[in-house]
């Protein structure tokens, strides 16, 4: 396998850990209790600051790739390319609304609710659609040169967060999600 497409797979688990921990922190919320906005906040900004950030133009070099080697998947890329927009507005949505409720403004639950329902389903579908349908293709459609070139146009930056070296400022959220995990 592609190192880029194990990169991707091994995002996507990142990604669903970081929508478990702040599902579950929302729920506390919902029930009325005290969610730990600070740990929510971490997970927005990570989100924001790397995962939009490099793994969706990574997904979206391959998009290119697979048009450029005129591959069956118009559809699809256009599909996938639309959702990545999409999810990035539920984000700066989602950041907007729990920065308001963390300074305690006045936000109606079942309001939040649907929103943070909408938020998390959205995301998870996204991923299980690329593992469905748009990482096979990749790995069978791209050959070892279209892969060079995909990650020297990506270089190597590190992940902040589950990377060799955690960034002090997710720390915490490192530590909260290996509790999680245990
Ligand atoms: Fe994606
Ligand atoms: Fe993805």
């Given at each position: 396998m592609a190192e880029t497409i194990?990169?991707?797979y091994q995002e996507?688990?990142?990604m669903a850990k970081l929508l478990d921990?702040?599902?579950a922190e929302?729920?506390?919320y919902r029930d009325g209790g005290v969610a730990d906005f600070d740990l929510v906040g971490d997970i927005m900004d990570y989100i924001t600051s790397w995962l939009e950030r490099y793994h969706h133009p990574k997904e979206?070099?391959?998009f290119e790739k697979l048009k450029d080697k005129g591959a069956e998947a118009g559809a699809l890329t256009a599909d996938l390319i639309a959702q990545h927009e999409t999810g990035e507005e539920l984000t700066r949505g989602m950041a907007t609304v729990i920065a308001n409720v963390a300074h305690d403004a006045e936000i109606p639950r079942d309001l939040?609710?649907?929103l943070a329902r909408e938020y998390l389903?959205?995301?998870r579908r996204h991923m299980e659609k690329e593992e469905a349908e748009f990482l096979p293709l990749a790995e069978a459609a791209l050959s070892a040169e279209d892969w060079a070139a995909i990650e020297a146009a990506l270089g190597a930056?590190?992940?902040p967060l589950f990377g060799p070296k955690v960034e002090e400022r997710y720390r915490r959220l490192l530590e909260n999600i290996l509790d999680a995990g245990s």
């Open positions: 194990g990169e991707l996507h688990r990142n921990l702040l599902e929302l729920a506390v979206n070099l391959i939040f609710e649907r389903d959205f995301n930056p590190e992940d």
